[in-house]
Nanobody, 114 residues
Framework: QVQLQESGPGLVKPSQTLSLTCTVSGGSITTNNYYWSWIRQPPGKGLEWIGY???????YYSPLFKSRTSISRDTSKNQFTLQLNSVTPEDTAVYYC??????WGQGTLVTVAS
C-alpha cells in the first residue's frame, strides 16, 4: 500500500517561498501511470488542487497557481516537492500530497505570517 508523508516548515513569512516535501513509501514515484499531486485546504474553505508531477517527470499546474508554483522530484529518495513562491497570508492552509491511486498524506498546516 502506497503511503505518503508531508514534511516542511509550519510557518513561512509573507513574500517568501513555501517548500514542502512528500516522501512516498510502498511504491515508486516512477511507476507507470502514477500521478503525484499537491492539494490544499485553507481554513473554512474547500480543497484546492495545486498541481501534479507524473511518473515520467512532467508536471502540470492549476491555472490558479501556475505562475508561482513548481513541483519537482528526487527519484533517488522517492520524494516530490512543492515550491510556492511569493506567499501571502491567503496561502495559509493544510497542504496534502496525494496520488491518483487514492493515497493521501495526513496533511501539514502551513501558516503564512510575519
Amino acid at each position: 500500500q502506497v503511503q505518503l508523508q508531508e514534511s516542511g516548515p509550519g510557518l513561512v513569512k509573507p513574500s517568501q517561498t513555501l517548500s514542502l516535501t512528500c516522501t512516498v513509501s510502498g511504491g515508486s514515484i516512477t511507476t507507470n501511470n502514477y500521478y503525484w499531486s499537491w492539494i490544499r485546504q485553507p481554513p473554512g474553505k474547500g480543497l484546492e488542487w495545486i498541481g501534479y508531477i507524473a511518473y515520467g517527470g512532467s508536471s502540470y499546474y492549476s491555472p490558479l497557481f501556475k505562475s508561482r508554483t513548481s513541483i519537482s522530484r528526487d527519484t533517488s529518495k522517492n520524494q516530490f516537492t512543492l515550491q510556492l513562491n511569493s506567499v501571502t497570508p491567503e496561502d495559509t492552509a493544510v497542504y496534502y500530497c496525494t496520488s491518483n491511486v487514492g493515497s493521501w498524506g495526513q496533511g501539514t498546516l502551513v501558516t503564512v505570517a510575519s
